[in-house]
């Protein structure tokens, strides 16, 4: 078990006196039998109501309110979780899907659905010209390990760029650009997934690791696909590596532009600043 303090800190600064509409805020990592949450606290300014719910992919979402009008809003989660996830690879994957191509049980496919939906794309399909660069059909491979090899080939082949631009770029942009952050990069990964039929989704969340180019202290995003008998599998293409211990899932999606941290609106002036800071700390064991 290894013990991490994330720490995210989000400012809002005004041009002139707002009031805030409600803000959704998807800040509470998703707990099981991977990750515990040990303590939590979330101190927002001005003053706020929170009224916590799980949205449809069971993420928890808590819904602020404010009465007080102001010029600045000030957002601080502080976390302490246990992660158990250390052997990321110790997972057994259904006889049947062990290798690809394979097709999900029916019953596993009527609720897969949703996740298997691909974006509308050209005849001319970029996306599929890029995915048989890592498998052409009727070659022999295991299942894993064919997401692995695309999970290592956007590491290797693209450049990562931190963008402060809302928003996911769509997988044919990365494709065309050949950089993205880690969010499009998570986009691209799903969307090659999808192609292939198999199910993913997208993740939000947070990742311990040193401060470098591609860490600078933010929030982190990956993929997930679900693998029978495995369950819903991480997979990091910003760094080309299965998710473990280092990344802590705080919402899910079908949608990559659907779980942002924290998400809401104000009457007053326009304009505003944004400054986000992140820091994730391995604590030693209780």
Not at 56 to 83: H, M
Not at 122 to 148: C, F, H, M, N
Request: glycine share 6%.
């Amino acid at each position: 078990m290894r013990r991490f303090k994330i720490l995210h800190r989000t400012y809002y600064n005004f041009t002139g006196t707002v009031q805030l509409e409600p803000h959704a805020l998807r800040l509470r990592p998703k707990e099981g039998h991977e990750l515990r949450i040990e303590s939590s606290t979330l101190d927002i300014t001005p003053a706020a109501t929170l009224r916590w719910h799980s949205d449809v992919e069971d993420n928890s979402v808590a819904i602020a309110t404010f009465d007080t009008p102001t010029r600045q809003l000030v957002i601080e989660s502080e976390i302490i979780i246990q992660q158990f996830n250390e052997t990321p690879l110790d997972f057994l994957v259904d006889a049947y899907a062990t290798n690809y191509p394979f097709a999900y049980d029916a019953e596993d496919a009527i609720v897969l659905a949703p996740y298997l939906l691909t974006a509308a794309r050209p005849a001319t399909d970029p996306l599929a010209q890029w995915v048989a660069k890592s498998w052409r059909a009727g070659e022999p491979i295991q299942t894993y390990a064919l997401l692995q090899r695309l999970c290592v080939l956007i590491n290797q082949t693209f450049a990562y760029q931190a963008r402060e631009q809302p928003g996911v770029q769509r997988a044919v942009e990365t494709l065309a650009l050949g950089t993205g952050s880690c969010r499009d990069f998570a986009n691209l990964f799903m969307e090659a997934a999808r192609h292939l039929g198999l199910a993913a989704r997208f993740v939000s969340g947070y990742l311990y690791a040193e401060p470098s180019a591609a860490n600078y202290g933010s929030t982190h995003a990956w993929a997930e696909v679900f693998l029978p008998g495995a369950g819903w599998k991480g997979f990091d293409p910003t760094i080309g590596k299965l998710a473990g211990t280092d990344h802590t899932a705080v919402a899910v999606a079908r949608l990559s532009e659907s779980v942002p941290p924290v998400a809401g609106a104000f009457v007053g002036p326009p304009g505003a600043s944004l400054d986000v800071g992140v820091w994730v700390t391995e604590l030693a064991q209780a």
